[in-house]
């Protein structure tokens, strides 16, 4: 029940943010709240709950390979859709491709990771998603030293499902 009423929020709070999105860049519309600090604060925090509560809601999945292939390839049908009607906007592994790559890694490494214990497997992605905090916004790592700066080359365009990206990249979503 907690787990709906989350994903419930979450995907309320995934529909507004839309919502404003498209009043700002295709009806022109002047929210400046949705550029500040305290909406980014909100917008990862939401994003926090929603992909936790699907990673968490995919050990449920009876097949979760079938729903992974699924949910990627709506994603791309997206991805398709927006290049071909919106190629300025066009929405490149957006969220959807993301949850479905990540439910099709999961359904292969599930067994694997059914032998390690939960503390473990929540330190090392804890760890991890402090070091790959902005990295889609400073190209940066986090360590305990301070940020490592990486520099990708312009030619390395296929790595922006893993967050790698040129300086010349754009998705919609």
């Known amino acids: ?23 700002i860049f295709f009806g ?17 925090f939401f994003l926090v709950v929603l ?9 449920f999945s009876k097949n979760v390979l079938k ?3 699924t949910l990627y390839l709506l994603g791309e049908a997206l991805t398709v859709i927006t290049a ?15 949850f479905g790559m990540i439910m099709l890694i999961y359904g292969v490494i599930c067994p694997v990771l059914k032998k390690i214990p939960n503390v473990i497997i929540f330190a090392v992605f804890t760890v991890l998603a402090v070091i790959f905090t902005d990295f889609y916004r400073t190209d940066s790592l986090f360590l305990v030293f301070g940020r490592v700066r990486l520099d990708v080359p312009d030619n390395i365009r296929w790595l922006y499902p893993i967050g790698i990206t040129s300086s010349d990249f754009h998705s919609a979503d």
């Not at 009423?5 to 529909?15: H, K, Q, S, T």
Request: glycine share 10%.
């Open 84 to 98: 071909a009607f919106f190629p300025q906007e066009t929405i490149v592994f957006g969220v959807l491709s993301c």
């Open 67 to 69: 729903r992974g292939a």
């Open 1 to 23: 029940m907690l787990l709906d009423m989350l994903r419930g929020f979450a995907i309320i709070y995934v529909m507004l943010y839309h919502l404003l999105y498209d009043l």
């Open 51 to 59: 992909f936790s509560v699907s990673g968490i809601c995919a050990g």
């Open 28 to 44: 022109g519309s002047n929210i400046p709240f949705f550029f500040s600090d305290g909406m980014e604060i909100i917008h990862r």
